[in-house]
């Protein structure tokens, strides 16, 4: 039976409607036209009829309900293996006239992107689009297909298309509340030094920066191979479709990079401050070691217990010592005020 999700809404963690896992919907188009629901038992039947598609989409689905699906589409046991398992890298495969897909996806959680993943059967008359993790539901691209039926009848080429855009697309909210929080480091960096938690988020931006860098640039040869057709046939007037989202795979990834480098700089910029203060710092106590060594001199000399010594004895020997120490400390203080160092 189909297992409808509550609210069919995204499984963003921390935030939405919690998506039950199972079947999240299940239907059938004609001519771009939503005309019913359809069980999985049954979704074999109508993806065999002419001119009829049928999209499917599970939300970690259990082995069971992967099994129902592979016996009705005769899905190869490999792609279903790696359906069921996850952590996949991105990827696109051919097994026979079926294509895997397999893409990532990210969110800001907590501060954190968090990743999902999407597996994408796709076939003659059907769509099979399988989520794991975390990762923004897509009912909003069923709902903008089903709103344009004259681009929706091209088929289950086009829905391949609407998944991957939408997916690319998300990736950019993700870059820009990253990009946000560089920018205040670095304003943080050129007006004082960063915290130890500072430093320390600066690491897990860099090495999340890094993560969805490894996700996103798989992402253009998948859309490469679907563009030139190089697995399986697309139409002609899809071919633009998958070139404009290898497009915006690139901006993606040039957006990644320079947020790197930024955060390299702020990084770099950080270590050389903290380094300028420790070198700062060391001047100031260099320079009063210098002045305090004077009387330190001067009264270990005099004081040692011998009977003759130069001015012992003398009247004022105690108010020259001290304007001695007074001199030479001044002197030594005033170069050091003027070369910087205090």
């Excluded at 404009?244 to 790197?260: K, L, Y």
């Excluded at 004022?316 to 160092?341: E, M, Q, S």
């Amino acid at each position: 039976m189909l297992q409808r999700a509550d609210g069919a809404g995204g499984a963003r963690a921390g935030a939405g409607p919690i998506v039950k896992p199972g079947v999240v919907a299940a239907r059938v188009y004609s001519g771009g036209r939503w005309i019913t629901d359809t069980t999985v038992e049954r979704a074999g039947e109508w993806a065999q009829k002419p001119g009829h598609v049928v999209w499917i989409g599970l939300y970690e689905p259990t082995a069971e309900l992967l099994r129902t699906i592979q016996q009705e589409f005769q899905l190869h046991d490999l792609a279903i293996e790696d359906a069921s398992r996850g952590h996949q890298r991105p990827k696109i495969e051919q097994y026979g006239d079926t294509l895997f897909i397999v893409a990532r996806t990210a969110q800001m959680v907590d501060g954190r992107i968090a990743f999902g993943e999407t597996h994408v059967f796709l076939g003659h008359g059907y769509l099979i689009s399988v989520r794991h993790g975390p990762s923004t539901s897509y009912a909003a691209v069923r709902d903008r297909a089903e709103a344009c039926p004259g681009a929706f009848a091209r088929g289950e080429n086009y829905i391949l298309y609407a998944i991957l855009d939408f997916i690319v697309d998300n990736y950019m909210p993700v870059i820009e509340m990253i990009e946000d929080e560089v920018d205040a480091l670095e304003e943080r960096v050129v007006n004082s030094l960063l915290t130890g938690n500072e430093v320390e988020r600066l690491y897990q931006l860099r090495r999340d920066l890094l993560r969805l860098r490894n996700a996103v640039v798989p992402l253009v040869d998948v859309c490469r191979r679907l563009e030139h057709s190089e697995v399986m046939p697309i139409e002609a007037a899809l071919q633009p479709l998958f070139r404009d989202v290898t497009d915006h795979v690139r901006r993606v990834q040039e957006a990644i990079d320079a947020q790197r480098e930024v955060l390299a700089f702020t990084y770099e910029a950080s270590v050389m401050a903290g380094q300028a203060e420790q070198t700062a710092v060391s001047r100031r106590l260099a320079a009063w070691a210098a002045i305090l060594a004077v009387p330190t001199a001067v009264a270990g000399i005099y004081g040692m217990n011998f009977k003759f010594m130069p001015e012992l004895e003398w009247e004022y020997g105690y108010h020259a010592t001290i304007l001695v120490i007074v001199t030479a400390c001044a002197t030594l203080y005033w170069r050091f005020k003027r070369n910087g160092w205090l």
